[in-house]
């Protein structure tokens, strides 16, 4: 989300905003601004949707100390169901789809699967889950007070500390490995949430826990994959100090400024290139690869105008 108060002088963003901004200014324009999106859900989002939603029902379970961890996990893959079918396009619906990675059959395997191995209540205590906010983050050069909004997949208590978590999902070759970690030690969401933690609960967190998925198939019979079922599963942890926090609020207060230039004066940047080929590329590739006098066109037959809320509540039984 982005609200930007030209008479107050404020600014509200979110990390979806500011990487999306970073990545692409066009990209930003198109989809969060002008809220166009792919005709049908794309299956990795809706996949990521249910998923999300599934944990965070089995979460909200074990807080409340009603039911076994077994029933919980049973009533939390149900939700999860529920949720796919609503999210998921109808292509993945298809019979022929019933085997996908991305597939029910599957979602309900890996949901379960996750669940039996990070849902110990004795290991992975939730705190919180799904924990909405905001914290002022500070002036930019150019004088705007930035609020700083933030979801938290959750925030649990291991080993005699709290830490946030942040649930990620990957489709690659093999499970989540060093490298594949790795990645997240200087991603901008990562040292957001561990600041508002340290915010919100006033002293020093320092860290994040992180949680891989991999998003693969059952192997076929007579397979020999070496990977079983829990080996789909994997974590580890994510660490901040505090110059490094003071470099990462300075870095988006600059952000902020740019973002407000370009929405007070109406012009985006496209940045052609590495920005259209990430994450199976970019959805507006084919609009931008077009002769601006069809463009327009291009988005009114394959996209719809919807704003998606990434900040909604999993729904309370």
């Known amino acids: 989300m982005l609200v930007v108060d030209f008479e107050n002088k404020t600014v509200e963003a979110d990390n979806h905003v500011i ?21 049908g859900a794309a299956s990795e989002l809706a996949f990521g949707i249910a998923m999300h939603a599934g944990r965070a029902k089995y979460k909200q379970y074990i807080m409340k100390g009603l039911l076994t961890k077994k029933a919980s996990i049973s009533f939390a893959v149900e939700h999860g169901l529920s949720i796919w079918d609503k999210e998921q396009n109808d292509e993945m619906k298809s019979p022929v789809m019933i085997d996908d990675k991305r597939g029910k059959m599957n979602y309900a395997r890996l949901l379960r699967g996750y669940l039996e191995k990070y849902g110990d209540e004795n290991e992975f205590k ?27 997949d959750e925030i649990t208590e291991h080993k005699g500390r709290l830490w946030p978590v942040e649930f990620k999902t990957t489709s690659g070759w093999s499970p989540p490995d060093d490298r594949w970690f790795a990645q997240w030690n200087n991603r901008a969401a990562i040292t957001g949430y561990i ?27 007579g397979s020999k994959s070496k990977y079983t079922l829990p080996d789909y599963f994997k974590m580890d942890y994510s660490y901040r100090d505090d110059a490094q926090i003071e470099e990462w609020k300075a870095n988006t207060l600059l952000t902020c400024d740019d973002i407000v230039r370009s929405v007070g004066e109406n012009r985006w940047k496209r940045n052609d290139g590495l920005a259209c080929t990430v994450y199976n590329g970019c959805s507006f ?31 309370e039984d």
């Not at 914290?135 to 930035?146: A, F, N």
């Open 19 to 39: 990487e999306t901004y970073r990545t692409c200014e066009e990209k930003y324009r198109l989809g969060l601004r002008d809220h166009w999106r792919p005709a």
């Open 126 to 152: 939730p705190v919180q889950v799904e924990i909405p906010g905001k914290q002022e983050l500070g002036t930019t050069p150019d004088g705007w007070k930035v609020v700083y909004v933030y979801t938290i």
């Open 195 to 221: 600041w508002a933690c340290e915010k919100h609960f006033g002293y020093d967190i320092g860290g994040a826990i992180i949680h891989g998925m991999w998003v693969h198939p059952e192997p076929k019979p």
């Open 285 to 315: 590739k084919k609009v931008c690869q077009a002769t601006p006098g069809v463009r327009q066109a291009l988005l009114e037959m394959d996209f719809v105008k919807s704003e998606w809320n990434p900040y909604a509540r999993v729904d």
